[in-house]
């Protein structure tokens, strides 16, 4: 099988052009297992498919690293959109994906010779925030923002948001001593969570700028998460620490991302993509 080892700020994927390799849909999660394990596979944080689609340019699949699937990626969208670019899967610099969580659109800066693209802003379409829609326990047409929980003996206020996959953000004092390791893997697969949850602490350093890490479903630590540094950005609306229309800088342990909700309901996302390199995997 061939395939392309990408990552969005030190967030790794093994992406697979199906328009190309034939893949069986039973062996896709322990495919994402396998490739992604590090000592006995390629090393990744999960599995990417980037293949044709019936409503949108292009469609991406992601596979977490525990072989779970999701229904977005924000660094796996702006790494399908250079790769799709790069590989005239696409022939315009905007274009839209589709993913098991709605379609988004993408929009591509090339070289000036237009064979390669560094940065990529994604319009994630608009956050969820019903309890139906992340999905969550509880009256479905309700909102869970900066409501008390009890973890591990400690309360914490949490804000849920969707963007397509479910996220629970939390505001901190100090990002350096936030619980990652040991409230992320309680809450994850917390019953409130029927479909388990990513785990995000953020700490405000002013209304554009904000510090960030992430507890993924699926994969535990990640260097970043696209969505959950939308839904991070969201969570800091609504709850009055920032505010719509304003751009805010979300420092990831990978790197940096701008992230903004527009006025018409909107969050963009504009960051990095890179290429690690390309290889054959003996299934
Ligand atoms: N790293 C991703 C999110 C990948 C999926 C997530 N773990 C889930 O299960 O929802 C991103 O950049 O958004």
């Given at each position: 099988?061939?395939?392309?080892?990408?990552?969005?700020?030190?967030?790794?994927?093994?992406?697979?052009?199906?328009f190309?390799?034939?893949l069986?849909?039973?062996?896709?999660?322990?495919?994402?297992?396998?490739?992604?394990?590090?000592?006995?596979g390629?090393?990744?944080d999960?599995?990417?498919?980037i293949?044709?689609?019936?409503?949108?340019?292009?469609?991406?699949?992601?596979?977490?690293?525990?072989?779970?699937?999701?229904?977005?990626?924000?660094?796996?969208?702006?790494?399908?959109?250079?790769?799709?670019?790069?590989?005239?899967?696409?022939?315009?610099?905007?274009?839209?994906?589709?993913?098991?969580?709605?379609?988004?659109k993408?929009?591509?800066?090339?070289?000036?010779?237009?064979?390669?693209?560094?940065?990529?802003a994604?319009?994630?379409g608009?956050?969820?925030?019903?309890?139906?829609?992340?999905?969550?326990?509880?009256?479905?047409?309700?909102?869970?923002?900066?409501?008390?929980?009890?973890?591990?003996?400690?309360?914490?206020?949490?804000?849920?948001?969707?963007?397509?996959?479910?996220?629970?953000?939390?505001?901190?004092?100090?990002?350096?001593?936030?619980?990652?390791?040991?409230?992320?893997?309680?809450?994850?697969?917390?019953?409130m969570?029927p479909?388990?949850?990513?785990?995000?602490?953020?700490?405000?350093?002013?209304?554009?700028?904000?510090?960030?890490?992430?507890?993924?479903?699926?994969?535990?630590?990640?260097?970043?998460?696209?969505?959950g540094?939308?839904?991070?950005?969201?969570?800091?609306?609504?709850?009055?620490?920032?505010?719509?229309?304003?751009?805010?800088?979300?420092?990831l342990?990978?790197?940096?991302?701008?992230?903004?909700?527009?006025?018409?309901n909107?969050?963009?996302?504009?960051?990095?993509?890179v290429?690690?390199?390309?290889?054959?995997?003996?299934?």
């Open positions: 099988m061939k395939f392309t080892k990408m990552h969005g700020l030190g967030n790794s994927y093994i992406y697979v052009n199906v190309e390799e034939t069986k849909e039973e062996e896709l999660p322990e495919l994402a297992v396998n490739v992604s394990n590090k000592n006995t390629i090393g990744s999960g599995m990417i498919l293949g044709p689609s019936e409503t949108e340019d292009i469609q991406m699949r992601i596979f977490n690293a525990d072989g779970s699937e999701a229904k977005n990626c924000g660094n796996g969208l702006r790494s399908v959109a250079k790769y799709a670019y790069e590989n005239q899967l696409v022939k315009k610099e905007s274009f839209t994906v589709e993913t098991l969580g709605g379609a988004v993408a929009h591509v800066y090339p070289s000036n010779d237009n064979k390669t693209v560094e940065r990529i994604v319009d994630m608009a956050p969820r925030l019903y309890k139906k829609d992340i999905p969550m326990k509880g009256e479905p047409h309700t909102t869970t923002v900066d409501e008390a929980i009890e973890v591990d003996g400690q309360i914490l206020m949490m804000t849920a948001v969707s963007m397509g996959n479910p996220h629970a953000v939390f505001f901190v004092d100090n990002i350096t001593q936030a619980p990652v390791e040991q409230i992320g893997p309680l809450l994850e697969k917390d019953d969570f479909e388990s949850a990513n785990i995000e602490f953020v700490e405000m350093v002013s209304e554009n700028e904000m510090h960030f890490r992430v507890w993924e479903r699926g994969s535990g630590i990640t260097q970043a998460c696209g969505t540094a939308c839904a991070a950005v969201v969570a800091a609306i609504l709850t009055n620490r920032t505010k719509k229309g304003i751009p805010v800088t979300v420092h342990l990978g790197g940096d991302l701008e992230i903004i909700w527009t006025e018409n909107s969050v963009w996302m504009t960051g990095p993509a290429t690690i390199g390309h290889g054959e995997y003996k299934k």
